[in-house]
């Protein structure tokens, strides 16, 4: 019996752990290059938040700006009595580092979409989230008309949950080609990270100038914030009652 793989085997088998190892390839190189030029410290910090990326309700707009400003005094881990000292964590790595994982879950997807959808946890968020787009059409409505612009924007604006996963089920959900859906989600993480690098640290510079100003800013935004989720709350309230 031939129990040979055939061609179309070992092309599957590629697209499966390509990605995967170009992923973890690429980190290890980061890894094996921040501990070598005696930046150790800082792939300590980077490495949990890269994970972190992983779990909502984390997103590109919370772990950036955590690399990049909140944990600039290090990390504290708790029972085990250790302080690690990073320092702050160069804008532009954890942009891109953040960016990259998109890219690389995108790639994934483009290969792997249906065989994603099979695997545990991931492929019942995957089955979900299509439900919820075919059910609810008015969500991602936006999106449609504007196509390649549409997903690049939306994964570029920090959404709840519009990473390169997302992104990817979103851009079948409207009828874009694969490839297409791809280059979209790149571009649109490679700039929306940058962008929330750049107020990240644009923040931090003007918190050192006047705090007290900042403070009164952040309270503005975050009262906003609480009024404009009331006031959408009571609308479907309100509507569900008609």
Not at 188 to 214: H, R, W
């Given at each position: ?28 190189i980061l890894g094996l290059t921040l501990v070598t ?34 944990l600039q005094k290090g990390l504290t881990i708790p ?164």
């Amino acid at each position: 019996m031939n129990r040979t793989l055939k061609p179309k085997h070992l092309i599957r088998l590629a697209k499966f752990f390509v990605p995967l190892i170009l992923g973890l390839g690429v980190f290890a190189i980061l890894g094996l290059t921040l501990v070598t030029i005696g930046e150790e410290n800082t792939w300590m910090i980077l490495w949990p938040l890269l994970i972190a990326y992983f779990f909502p309700p984390l997103g590109k707009e919370s772990v950036i700006p955590l690399g990049i400003g909140v944990l600039q005094k290090g990390l504290t881990i708790p029972f085990l009595n250790l302080h690690i000292d990073a320092g702050q964590i160069n804008p532009l790595l954890m942009a891109l580092s953040i960016a990259f994982i998109d890219i690389i879950v995108a790639l994934f997807l483009v290969w792997n979409y249906d065989l994603a959808k099979r695997i545990p946890l991931i492929g019942k968020f995957m089955i979900k989230i299509e439900e919820k787009g075919k059910i609810s059409g008015k969500k991602y409505s936006w999106v449609k008309p504007l196509r390649f612009i549409g997903i690049m924007l939306f994964v570029m604006v920090p959404f709840q949950g519009s990473g390169g996963l997302v992104g990817s089920i979103v851009g079948r959900l409207i009828g874009m080609k694969p490839w297409n859906t791809f280059f979209a989600i790149s571009l649109g993480a490679v700039i929306g990270c940058l962008l929330i690098a750049t107020f990240t640290q644009a923040f931090l510079i003007f918190v050192e100038i006047n705090t007290t100003l900042t403070l009164i800013l952040i309270g503005i935004i975050a009262i906003s914030i609480v009024l404009y989720f009331a006031i959408k709350k009571r609308k479907k309230q309100e509507k569900s009652t008609m």
